[in-house]
């Protein structure tokens, strides 16, 4: 059915179609949520139905509707069976006729536990919208009632949706993208509320491990006040945590006022562990502004079918993480020096990864969708993440800004204008206004800024950056350094596989090959875990022979060890700062 069918049926004063969605799992470990869609008031001939192939916060096409089976649509009254077809791999047509009220039945199988698919099993079930519901063309904008039927009596039903008042397990959703953007869980987890400024919140907590909510909850209501503080306000009524614990898992995906967070269950004793898990949530939920209410143009209207490119992600995602390393320190979870460990951190991963001289940054946003989630073993020797880039860069806005102003602006300015200008209207941005909007708060002209290290590959000017805050880039070497080869290798079955071959590296150099099984140094067998050790026992620049199966066939390889590389990164402060630079440096972070 067509947009203008509908428009036309609503001006011969039909009632609009209404929509229920009923979510069953009487047998949960089957796997299946067994789901039913009522359409009431129906008055086409032909009923449209299509499964999203996507959901947004997640840039890859994931083909939600191979999940589906079952497929079934009977009227309501007379429980007569309608034909039906599929017209593509998302796309069913239903043959409704005179058929005003209809049900339309289907499976849908969930065994996939990350924050962005289903799950269904014996302790509980999960699921986004747009992996679990169709939408039908032309009525987005409708409002839908969702009816949970859980398998018995004691398992609960969180979600973001507003309950509808003396229902039992029956919510709405104002119109399709709000039922996508609403996940559900369903079972017996644990639910903590808590209010912060005035207003609910809630984490759902599913699993066990060593959590202790009452410490989550109060580090939890630090970050969103100093998040609130930033952004002048809270705009949701109510907010919801889902929290998945699970063995050694780690993601996040953002909605407007909930967040679905996955993360090991043993990772909250361990303090650096446990801030990292506090960067998850401070990084999910800055994106309740950035990006899900302050989004790119290409994404200000979801097109569910097929992939939207943008090449600003490296400012929803990559500026959002920064901030997650920024936002636990103003709340006082972490001090200034832990910021900047953290942050030499990062700045290693970043020069360690070749991909960073192949790959823009603007281009690495706009190829996220067959890039960044389809690793293989020459990623990181092609392409660099715009979340970890975008951070650096951001990093670099940042004290350009603060610099320039004598930190009486910064990328807090840039933040606040871009909520004014375009967040609380939900109206997209384009490149060219979010380079406006940081060139007016930083009062300069960014041009060769952003040619450079947005829409090029130079390198990222570190020190030219810290220099002004007293701070420089030092490259650590340890003392028994280890000569240069280039391979990273890891124990398979007990066989060495080499996962990757550095571009450039000795061992690229003379044509070792990712996937090569590597058997010895100097004739004498070695394994992931001593070849380092190995190594050391040998000098720069003296030639060693590698010996590996490459393809079933016997290779060896002289290759000639480079200098050692810097084991790390950090961040340092320089001798003798001025109280120029000492000033500047309070002004960012506070106390060192
Ligand atoms: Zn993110």
């Known amino acids: ?63 939600y509707a191979r999940h589906i089976q ?43 536990l990350t924050v962005r698919t289903n799950h269904l099993d014996d302790t509980h079930g999960y699921f986004n919208g747009a992996a679990l519901f169709y939408y039908i063309p032309g009525l987005e904008a409708t409002p839908i009632t969702v009816e949970i ?34 996940p559900f869980e369903i079972g017996n987890h644990g639910i903590y509320s808590f209010e912060v400024l005035g207003k609910p919140h809630q984490y759902a907590i599913w699993g ?37 614990l699970t063995q050694n898992n780690f993601g996040g995906l953002e909605h407007k006022n909930s967040c679905s967070l996955i993360y090991s269950r043993f990772y909250f004793r361990d303090t650096d562990k446990y801030n990292r898990f506090l960067q998850l949530v401070a990084h999910e939920f800055f994106h309740l502004w950035n990006i899900k209410r302050i989004r790119p143009k290409a994404l200000e209207t979801f097109d569910y079918e097929q992939e939207n490119y943008t090449p600003s992600l490296w400012f929803s995602e990559g500026t959002t993480s920064y901030y997650d390393m920024v936002i636990p320190m103003r709340a006082g979870i972490y001090n200034a020096q832990k910021f900047l460990e953290i942050l030499g951190k990062e700045i290693t991963r970043f020069l360690s990864i070749p991909g960073r001289k192949v790959q ?7 190829d996220a969708w067959i890039k960044l989630y389809r690793r293989d073993n020459n990623s990181d020797n092609c392409q660099i993440s715009y979340y970890l880039k975008g951070e650096l860069v951001s990093l670099l806005l940042d004290l350009l800004i603060r610099a320039k102003h004598e930190n009486k602006r910064s990328l807090d300015n840039v933040m606040v204008q871009m909520w004014e200008q375009f967040g609380k209207s939900e109206t997209g941005f384009t490149p060219h206004q979010l380079q406006r909007v940081i060139e007016s708060v930083a009062d300069m002209d960014l041009q060769s800024f952003f040619n450079l290290y947005v829409d090029s590959t130079e ?46 590296s000795p061992a690229f150099v003379e044509g070792i090959d990712p996937e090569d099984e590597l058997l010895a140094i100097n004739g004498i067998r070695v394994t992931a875990d001593d070849l380092n050790q190995r190594l050391k026992d040998h000098q720069a620049d003296e030639i060693v022979s590698v010996t ?45």
């Open 208 to 244: 066990t491990g060593n959590i202790q909510p009452k410490k989550v909850i109060e580090d939890t209501k630090k970050i969103i006040e100093t998040e609130a503080k930033l952004f002048n306000g809270l705009p949701y009524d109510d907010y919801l945590f889902i929290l998945h």
């Open 360 to 366: 823009p940054l603007s281009e690495s946003s706009f």
């Open 149 to 182: 039927i859980p398998p018995n009596s004691t398992w609960k039903v969180s979600t973001a949706l507003p309950a509808i008042p003396e229902k039992v397990n029956q919510f709405y959703a104002k119109d399709f993208d709000t039922l996508v953007d609403s």
């Open 459 to 504: 390198e990222l000017p570190f020190n030219k950056y810290l220099n002004p805050f007293g701070l420089q880039l030092k490259a650590i070497m340890d003392d028994d350094s280890v000569p240069h080869l280039g391979i990273k290798v890891q124990s398979e079955n007990n066989k060495q596989i080499i996962k990757f071959v550095e571009k450039g």
């Open 70 to 112: 079952d497929f079934k649509a009977i009227s309501k009254d007379k429980q007569t069976k309608l034909l039906s077809q599929k017209v593509s791999k998302n796309h069913w047509q239903v043959e409704t006729k005179e058929v005003d009220n209809l049900l339309i039945t289907y499976r849908v199988y969930a065994n996939e």
């Open 548 to 592: 590996v199966f490459h393809q079933d066939e016997l290779k060896t390889f002289s290759v000639t060890l480079g200098k050692p590389q810097p084991s790390r990164y950090e961040v340092v402060q320089i001798d003798n700062p001025s109280p120029r630079q000492q000033e500047n440096l309070k002004g960012w972070l506070g106390k060192i």
């Open 1 to 63: 059915m067509t947009k203008s069918t509908i428009t036309e049926s609503k001006k011969l004063n039909y009632p609009a179609p209404s929509l229920t969605y009923f979510v069953k799992m009487p047998h949960p470990n089957s796997h299946l949520f067994e789901v039913g869609l009522q359409i009431e008031y129906w008055s086409n001939p032909i009923l449209d139905l299509k499964m999203p192939v996507w959901t947004p916060g997640s840039y890859l096409v994931r083909e």
